[in-house]
C-alpha cells in the first residue's frame, strides 16, 4: 500500500475535507516538493495513496497540513496570528516494502499523529 495520509478535524468531529497538504522528501535541511494535493470528503488523498510500495523508498520525508487555511475556511475565529498554522510531520520510512499510514488529528490548539495501519 506504500505510503497514505488521513486527516480528522478534532473540533467539529468530522474528516479534514478541503484542507490542503503538501508531501516533500528530505534530505539533512533540503525539502522537494513532490506533490500539492487537497483532502476530499473522507480528510483523504483523493488520488488513493501517496506512493504505492514500488514507488515507496526509504528515507525522509515531510507532510505539510495547511491548519490555519482550513479552520479559517470553516468560519472559526482564530487569534492573529493563530495557535497552529502550518502543521509539518517529518518522519522517516525505514522499510519500504511495508505500509506506512501518516494520520493527523487536529484542532486549531492541537495535533496528535502516529503510524497508523
Known sequence: MGL???VLDTMHGRPAAGMAVELYTTSGDQATLVRRFTLNADG??????LYDNASLKKGTYRLVFE????????GVDLPDPPFLDRVAL???????DQHY?????????????YRGS
Do not use: E, I, M, Q
Not at 491548519?67 to 470553516?74: D, I, L, P, S, T
Not at 499510514?101 to 499523529?113: E, G
Open 4 to 6: 497514505s495520509t488521513h
Open 67 to 74: 491548519v490555519k487555511a482550513y479552520f479559517a475556511a470553516r
Open 44 to 49: 483523504r488523498n483523493p488520488d488513493g495513496p
Open 90 to 96: 517529518d518522519f522517516g520510512v525505514a522499510h519500504a
Open 101 to 113: 499510514h501518516v494520520p493527523l488529528l487536529v484542532s486549531p490548539w492541537s495535533y496528535a499523529t
